[in-house]
């Protein structure tokens, strides 16, 4: 079997050159470079020989995060390992959802990351051990989820579910706020998806429970 | 107003943890249970200023509550509602008619601890509320910018 060619992209430089040292130990792999941002990486004809990426997460919040649909447009056949601090689980709901296949802690051991690379080269997906205790808890209570509940909105989402609930249209908000109509109503409909809300009566219910209006 | 020492703890604790403190407090003191809940405002944000007066606000409306409003509960909210930071303080007690509220010393009108609040609410640029009907509860709400930047006022000397 071919080896699988590896390339990892993270800002600090000593934590590249471990990986790699680490990687160069198993015969399975072969390294296939480093690069400091996503830019550099795409930028680069040799991304053509790379099969799998080890993309660090930790580059402010969701930095790298956002440009994974632009990595998968670009290399489709390309498979992603998220390496990261975080484990919280919204953050990694988030990963997922944008699209890698694998999602390992930087806190976890280098088996770890070895069963991750094997695993999503043949084709699987793998979920660092680390998660099942944070992935457990949110599967028996989804209500702790950051990504939904009050908690979870953006100031400017806090700032329009007042207003709604202060009996202002999407189209009076959008004069007020100086945004287009379709972009509050957008934002509404996060709103209202974000807090479970299925009515505008229920939202100025809400508002009230929480004494902004 | 209750105007001991600025409480020692209330920059390290945050205004969240003292706010508890003092519902505990009032409690022991014979005050009906108080709810609390806050959401979507960050204490690293907050201005002491503001959080002094928010403090002082909670303090004030709980000694109120305890003192006149006869109430079985009491809600108390810090919601962050961009660009404000919005502290409710609603009870179920017997409540008074706004409109015959004779000056800012009359019983169940808020007492003169109120009326000094209103004032340094307003020096911080907040907006301050006392809504009552009899029978009906009383609810102050008090909105106020977190962190912002505001100009030196004598008002805000007092």
Not at chain 2, 59 to 69: D, H, M, S, T, V
Request: net charge neutral; with cysteine; glycine share 10%.
């Amino acid at each position: 079997m071919d080896p699988i060619r590896v390339h990892v992209i993270d800002d600090h430089a000593l934590f590249r050159r471990g990986i790699l040292e680490i990687l160069s130990k198993w015969p399975e792999v072969r390294s296939a470079g480093e690069s400091e941002t996503v830019d550099t990486f795409l930028d680069s004809p040799m991304n053509q020989a790379v099969d799998l990426l080890l993309l660090d997460l930790s580059m402010g919040e969701g930095l790298n995060l956002d440009r994974l649909p632009e990595i998968r447009a670009r290399l489709p056949e390309l498979r992603v390992i998220a390496l990261t601090m975080h484990n919280k689980p919204v953050l990694v709901k988030k990963t997922v959802n944008a699209g890698v296949q694998g999602y390992v802690v930087k806190q976890s051991p280098p088996e770890v990351l070895r069963a991750a690379v094997r695993r999503v080269s043949e084709g699987g997906r793998y979920l660092d051990p680390e998660l099942s205790e944070s992935l457990y808890q949110l599967i028996l209570d989804p209500s702790r989820d950051d990504a939904s509940g009050y908690a979870a909105l953006t100031p400017r989402e806090q700032e329009i579910f007042r207003l709604l609930a202060e009996g202002l249209s999407a189209e009076l908000i959008s004069r007020k706020l100086f945004i287009s109509k379709k972009t509050a109503e957008n934002h509404r409909f996060r709103i209202m998806q974000k807090l479970g809300l299925t009515s505008i009566a229920e939202l100025v219910s809400y508002a009230d429970e929480l004494g902004v209006i | 107003m209750t105007y001991g020492l600025a409480p020692l703890h209330l920059d390290q604790a945050g205004l969240a943890a003292s706010v508890r403190e003092l519902a505990a407090e009032h409690l022991r003191r014979g005050g009906p249970p108080v709810d609390i809940e806050e959401l979507g405002w960050d204490e690293s944000r907050l201005d002491p200023d503001t959080r002094l007066v928010l403090y002082r606000a909670v303090q004030e409306g709980l000694a109120n509550i305890r003192k006149y409003a006869g109430a079985g509960k009491v809600e108390l909210r810090l919601v962050g509602s961009h660009p404000y930071l919005i502290l409710s303080l609603r009870d179920d007690g017997r409540g008074f008619d706004p409109r015959s509220r004779g000056g800012p010393t009359s019983p169940g009108g808020g007492g003169l601890g109120l009326a000094l609040l209103e004032r340094q609410v307003r020096s911080l640029g907040g907006e301050y509320s006392l809504e009552s009907r009899p029978g009906a509860g009383t609810r102050l709400q008090i909105r106020c910018e977190p962190g912002k930047e505001r100009p030196w006022t004598p008002s805000a000397s007092t």
